[in-house]
């Protein structure tokens, strides 16, 4: 039975969200039935729509979920195959690895884009975006500076707390949820700058991965440039034959 505690101090859409899960679960659904519509789930739970479909672009997001139009919502079965599809903040990847990420540097500002950024989230050079510029680690040394850019849609207010996990901060401040990326490898040295902030010697070999991440309406609201040091991280990527 479909049900939520419209009384509880949890909220709503993390109850619709913990729902869904257990719904998931079921054997029916793990064949292959569709899920309820979002309107008949809101009608069920008493509910706005919006709130029911965030849940389900969470769930569809992780890759628990498949959505597509004109059929439905089911259990996703490449989910069934591997969870490296998950998003996952490189805090939690890390702490699964027994590592804890530290924040060695956080700056937080008001600016106009670079080039690269302007052109990334489809914005005049002269906007005025929130760029968030953190140098983070583990074992005492710096491993990575990344620089990242927002979108205004986004409604920074410039007060968020970005010591916690970068995409559930944006989540609870602006209900934005990250969809797909565009992702762009290349090898660089250090310029002076960067390594001051690394504490490495200039010249040294990085790895420069410029991102940039949209939301489930195709949208970009994140460009962002990471650069990591090669001697002290590695990048693996899972990758699988898709069907022909």
Do not use: C
Not at 127 to 134: K, P, Q
Not at 159 to 188: I, N, Q, S, W
Not at 220 to 234: G, L, Q
């Amino acid at each position: 039975m479909l049900k939520l505690d419209h009384r509880s101090s949890t909220p709503l859409r993390a109850q619709v969200e913990q729902l869904l899960r257990d719904l998931v679960r079921q054997a029916r659904y793990q064949r292959g039935a569709l899920l309820p519509d979002e309107v008949t789930l809101a009608t069920r739970l008493g509910i706005s729509r919006g709130t029911v479909r965030s849940g389900i672009s969470k769930l569809v997001f992780e890759g628990v979920l498949e959505r597509k139009a004109g059929v439905g919502t089911r259990v996703s079965l490449r989910h069934a195959e591997s969870g490296i599809r998950a998003w996952r903040s490189l805090t939690r990847e890390m702490a699964a690895k027994g590592l804890k990420v530290k924040n060695f540097r956080l700056d937080y500002r008001l600016v106009t884009p670079s080039a690269e950024a302007a052109e990334a989230l489809q914005l005049n050079s002269a906007t005025r975006v929130w760029r968030l510029d953190r140098v983070r680690g583990w074992n005492g040394k710096p491993v990575l500076q990344s620089t990242s850019w927002f979108h205004p849609r986004l409604g920074l207010k410039g007060d968020e707390d970005f010591a916690l996990p970068l995409y559930k901060t944006l989540e609870r401040t602006t209900g934005v949820l990250p969809h797909h990326a565009r992702e762009e490898f290349l090898a660089m040295v250090a310029d002076a700058h960067t390594a001051r902030l690394l504490r490495v010697t200039e010249g040294t070999p990085l790895l420069l991965r410029r991102h940039t991440v949209f939301d489930p309406g195709n949208r970009a609201f994140e460009y962002a440039e990471v650069r990591y040091v090669s001697a002290r991280f590695t990048l693996t990527m899972d990758m699988r034959r898709g069907k022909e």
